[in-house]
């Protein structure tokens, strides 16, 4: 092997090391992630409890877990809630088909909701029920806000209603179909849902006066993809209606009562969005200083959210949502889920056959918000066995191994120990771990976990590529320059792999902190914030050279046995 004078090797090599980090824009890697000091509320949807939770809840609990966790990494201040929404007819007539009493139905199911998201290892700090006290008074006093501010007065609906969707619908949003039986019928151009023509004496919300300030709001591009932010754009090109904010209460009890009229029941919809003040504390000010907050929300629910909501909150004088985050649905080998069908994936199976983070990294990887995504078992198998068991496990089993790794410890990298030969392999590598933290922040920031999780899969066989092509189990055989190479390329990996894992947690908490155990990294050391990586490339000190590697874990992650197509 050809030597350099130590000097001007030495010099060079942090001289090409900074280039690359100047290069890629992304100090960050050094200086670590400093977001924004604000703090934020991040809500799910609150979960209609009318059946038991599916793959769908799951999906949209674990985006906005993610995305909770991330902003938590980044050092940013923020809080996650979610919960169930439990009023509404549907849920008055689920509970007497099982001859149960609404509140013992919905105590049960809520139950179950709750306890999905604790088994998926969703980080919410508030779980709001809108059966609770503290939320019937945030509804009514939201109410009286709207009549004080003159948004409400009482009319006469005419026109289609769908009980699926506990929705007015005009002429326009409806289609002639066919039931079950053949018969012409009226259904919701959106959901397919059976309509049924209803006039109706009701409290009505004048949300015809509020269309300007919607698109003012608009103007801001707070809707996220892009695809559903023209959606809503198109819903506004025409006149607004106003909108029945009431239900008699004759025929719908179950529900918060209208304040100055108890024989009105408050519609299900201005209930469960208001849900969203309640765990910010409204009306009280003073509890909860989380300003405009970002929903995410699955693309069915887009027009309560992106055009009711807002309005809502303007005419109440508040701020409209800062951000709405819309993912699309799952569907089961090309087809929709559906029990009639028998195609519904179980979560809880799911969760035996690939464990919590197995099914976390699957959802978050496979599914992309602007498309449907398919779920097949074949593909869950080969994902996760590829990218889990294969580059992830397989790189971390490499470096940590006895036979390459003896001493159980961290090396010290030696900028003069880096052979001319290697100098493009590890200008690759640098490039590509040095840019990851600022790939992955893009990505979330986008609300695109999935291509985040895409970036650092890249840059995990990246490092598998540049390991196999030094080959250290070769160089700990040559001369002292070998070997001081062969322990360079070791710390390299050892340090690639705390930040694929460092930036993992938000997406597999158990598996990052499988491998960051293994790497004896402390807590203190698994954030973004203030955290340097590749210190040593750069001369600078770095503590966990000499560092031992905490104890032996297994297998990462176990092959899964792939089902056929």
């Known amino acids: 092997m050809a030597a350099w004078p130590c000097l001007r090797r030495c010099t060079m090599w942090r001289q090409l090391c900074r280039t690359v980090q100047r290069g890629s824009g992304l100090h960050m890697v050094r200086a670590g992630y400093g977001g924004d000091s604000g703090p934020a509320l991040l809500t799910t949807p609150i979960f209609y409890v009318n059946a038991a939770p599916h793959l769908g809840h799951v999906y949209s609990a674990l985006l906005a877990d993610v995305q909770q966790r991330y902003s938590a990494l980044c050092g940013r201040d923020s809080r996650l809630s979610t919960g169930t929404d439990e009023h509404g007819i ?221 309005a809502f909150l303007l005419a109440a004088g508040l701020p409209p949502p800062k951000k709405l985050l819309v993912h699309s ?31 976390r990294y699957f959802l978050l990887r496979h599914g992309s918000p602007e498309r449907d995504c398919d779920f097949t078992h074949h593909i869950v198998c080969t994902l996760l066995n590829s990218e889990l068991a294969d580059a992830l496990g397989g790189l971390l089993n490499r470096c940590t191994a006895h036979t390459i790794n003896p001493g159980q410890c961290w090396p010290y990298y030696q900028c003069t120990s880096v052979p001319p030969a290697a100098h493009q392999d590890l200008h690759r590598l640098l490039r590509t771990v040095k840019e990851l933290p600022g790939l992955v922040d893009r990505y979330m920031n986008r609300f695109q976990a999935n291509k985040a999780l895409e970036a650092i899969d890249s840059s995990v066989r990246c490092s598998n590529a540049f390991f196999q092509s030094q080959a250290p189990w070769k160089l700990c055989k040559g001369g002292e320059e070998e070997k001081a190479w062969g322990l360079s390329v070791l710390y390299l990996t050892l340090e690639s792999l705390r930040l694929y894992a460092t930036l993992l947690q938000p997406a597999v908490p158990d598996l990052a902190k499988t491998i960051l155990d293994r790497l004896g990294v402390p807590d203190i050391s698994r954030t973004l914030k203030g955290n340097p990586f590749f210190a040593a490339t750069l001369g600078d000190k770095c503590g966990f050279q000499g560092q031992t590697l905490g104890s032996e874990c297994g297998l990462l992650y176990p092959r899964l046995e792939a089902e056929e197509k």
């Open 90 to 310: 549907k849920v008055q007539q689920a509970a007497a088909a099982l001859g149960s009493d609404p509140s013992s139905f919905c105590a049960a199911v809520s139950q179950q909701f709750r306890a999905m998201f604790d088994t998926m290892a969703v980080s919410y700090m508030d779980f709001v029920r809108t059966t609770e006290c503290r939320h019937a008074q945030a509804v009514c006093h939201f109410w009286k806000r709207l009549e004080d501010r003159g948004y409400i007065y009482k009319g006469t609906y005419h026109g289609w209603y769908c009980t699926s969707d506990e929705t007015f619908l005009s002429e326009d949003q409806t289609v002639e179909s066919r039931d079950g039986e053949g018969n012409i019928c009226r259904v919701s151009a959106e959901s397919g849902h059976q309509v049924h023509w209803m006039s109706e004496e009701n409290y009505m919300f004048r949300l015809s006066h509020l269309r300007p300030q919607l698109l003012a709001w608009l103007q801001t591009e707070p809707v996220h993809p892009a695809p559903f932010l023209r959606i809503v754009q198109q819903w506004l090109e025409e006149e607004l209606p106003d909108l029945s904010v009431s239900r008699q209460r004759s025929r719908v009890s179950w529900g918060v009562p209208v304040p100055s009229d108890s024989s009105h029941t408050i519609y299900v919809w201005l209930d469960a969005l208001i849900s969203y003040l309640t765990v910010a504390g409204f009306p009280d000010q003073h509890l909860a200083p989380w300003g405009a907050s970002t929903h995410l929300l699955g693309k069915d629910i887009l027009r309560f959210h992106a055009v009711y909501w807002p």
């Open 329 to 359: 649905h799952w569907t089961c080998n090309g087809v929709k889920m559906s029990k009639s069908l028998q195609n519904v994936v179980d979560p809880v199976d799911c969760i035996r056959r690939y464990t919590r983070d197995g099914l």
